[in-house]
């Protein structure tokens, strides 16, 4: 994990394991080798010039659940633009991985930057209102599966070995949900999009033209089969922009004359089968043009 800030790369400073004395100590040079795993004295201990020194060593990796380290992870988690510092904690030890909280957070803040040969295997994150960004190696990820896209904050992947299972990669943690059965398509994906409560990933296709969707609970079909559990198309309409909103998955639909139809699914209830999902046409567009369109949550 390296952690950086726009526009300077700042590397983070080292966590370092020095003993940190409670009293003054003697103005002597720190030594460098590895603290023995062994109690230590509180009495004074004899130096070998015959001066008397008193100290007590902090081991931080032993800050567990039950101290600050969890309250700090909750602190961090609580705002979206210090997500890369929580990240960061993380890669200290085992024991602070163990003892921080799961991060369970859909990073709207959060982009993807485009990534590329030879860097194929590390992804930057970059946050929209502060420029903080950061990159995290994939690379052991990278060896086992395809990258399929990006979503609110999870990374969605395809096994590389046959049947090509769907996984989602929190970034944060490089825990992987394998939970999915249902493969990826086999067609060219326009994009990819992942709703939760219930946890479904929909893609929409370029040929056939549609959008399509699974759970946890689809299977997995042979590749002579339709995909998804659901399925949804409008004749001689591309489909674009699928994303999740309020607990909703929307599109834009635009046919040869750029006029366009807002597509939405209909009151998805939580742990709802996926294929009990459907999707109507929302509303109509006389002509799309350049104009750009904003989901917005009002209740009125």
Same mark, same amino acid.
């Given at each position: ?7 300077a ?24 080798e ?23 060593? %902090? ?8 101290g ?10 609580a ?25 369970? %957070? ?6 993807? %930057? ?58 944060l ?9 249902a ?118």
């Open positions: 994990m390296e952690k950086k800030n726009a526009p790369t700042v590397a983070p400073e080292p966590v370092t394991s020095e003993p940190i004395a409670s009293e003054p100590v003697a103005a002597e040079p720190v030594a460098s590895a603290v023995a795993a062994e109690p230590v004295a509180s009495e004074p201990v004899a130096a070998e010039d015959g001066a008397s020194k008193r100290g007590a060593s %902090v081991n931080w990796a032993s800050l567990m659940a039950d600050p380290l969890h309250k700090i992870g909750e602190c961090l988690l705002k979206e633009e210090y997500v890369d510092t929580y990240s960061a904690l993380r890669q200290v030890c085992r024991n602070w991985r163990s003892g921080l909280p799961e991060p369970d %957070v859909h990073l709207h803040e959060w982009i993807m %930057v485009e990534h590329a040969l030879p860097r194929a295997a590390e992804f930057t994150f970059l946050h929209l209102r502060t420029s903080r960004y950061v990159t995290i190696d994939l690379t052991e990820v990278h060896a086992r599966y395809y990258f399929i896209g990006f979503c609110r904050g999870i990374i969605v992947l395809a096994q590389k070995n046959q049947p090509h299972k769907i996984r989602l990669l929190n970034p943690t490089k825990t992987l949900n394998t939970m999915f059965e493969q990826m398509p086999s067609v060219i994906l326009e994009s990819v999009a992942i709703m939760k409560s219930p946890t479904m990933v929909f893609v929409s296709t370029h040929y056939p033209t549609e959008i399509a969707w699974v759970d946890e609970s689809t299977p997995t079909k042979d590749i002579d089969e339709d995909w998804g559990e659901g399925r949804f198309s409008i004749e001689h309409h591309s489909l674009r922009c699928i994303t999740p909103f309020n607990g909703e998955l929307y599109a834009i639909a635009v046919d040869n004359s750029e006029f366009g139809k807002l597509v939405c699914t209909n009151n998805v209830q939580l742990e709802q089968r996926a294929s009990t999902v459907n999707m109507e046409t929302l509303i109509s567009f006389s002509e799309l043009g350049n104009d750009k369109f904003y989901l917005v949550n009002s209740d009125a």
